[in-house]
């Protein structure tokens, strides 16, 4: 397993997003603050190797995952130990927030730390991916908007980005958007994000939860242009 850090990547150049891409400006006001808005790095320096979704919803994104054929290079975006895939891709790169974890994951052929919510952009070249995939992470995210435009970028034309979640997160650490919002409302918020990103097919939106009780499953995802 490669790793590397984001700030030495010959392809990284740190930008600051203009104005009208600032997640701020399309949500109420208070939207994406978060009640521990502390450093990401400290709260996350801690490796939490667990799972934080039950074994029916892992396999549910699995499933999700072979349904739409995701292969080729893939870029795990804010991933950790484990990558949900039932079969592994070709290649796969994990970005996350701890080394610990990150080195842990045993389908992961290359990892990065990278603080999102610091640095939206992301180190790599013009569709440089087949597929992204984001599981249970989206909630975690201060400018959403600007990593979906990056992800739009770096994915090859016809690539999707795939965004899964449930209903258990670190409170203190998820947006109070997602907090106050039902879990219908979450899925259309992902799917506001696809349509004010831009360069993405209409969303997709599906409620993959299975018939026994456990964690339930959320999956919206959408196609670059």
């Known amino acids: 397993t490669q790793s590397r850090s ?3 990547s010959d392809v990284y150049k740190r930008q600051i997003l203009p104005r009208a891409l600032q997640s701020s400006d399309h949500f109420p006001a208070g939207f994406f603050s ?17 799972q934080h979704i039950d074994d029916a919803a892992i396999s549910a994104v699995g499933a999700l995952y072979d349904e739409l054929r995701i292969n080729g290079r893939v870029l795990d975006l804010m991933g950790s130990w484990i990558s949900h895939f039932a079969t592994t891709p070709d290649e796969l790169v994990v970005l996350g927030m701890n080394w ?49 435009v990056d992800v739009q970028r770096i994915l090859k034309p016809g690539g999707r980005l795939v965004c899964t979640f449930s209903n258990r997160c670190f409170p203190t650490k998820a947006i109070r958007g997602w907090l106050l919002a039902t ?40 196609t670059a242009t």
Do not use: K
């Not at 506001?192 to 993405?200: D, H, I, M, T, V």
């Not at 939860?209 to 499953?217: F, H, K, Q, Y």
């Open 6 to 8: 984001s700030a030495a």
């Open 34 to 50: 978060r009640s521990d808005d502390s450093d990401d790095t400290r709260f996350y320096e801690p490796a939490r190797l667990v």
């Open 100 to 148: 610990t974890e990150l080195h842990a994951n045993p389908m992961a052929t290359e990892v990065l730390a990278h603080d999102l919510n610091t640095t939206p952009t992301l180190p790599f070249a013009d569709s440089h991916f087949d597929d992204v995939v984001c599981a249970v992470s989206v909630d975690y995210l201060t400018q959403p908007i600007g990593v979906f």
């Open 183 to 222: 879990e219908a409302q979450r899925c259309d918020i992902v799917a506001r994000y696809f349509e004010l990103a831009g360069g993405f097919t209409p969303a997709t939106i599906q409620n993959r939860t299975g018939t026994a009780l456990g964690d339930p499953l959320y999956a919206v995802w959408a």
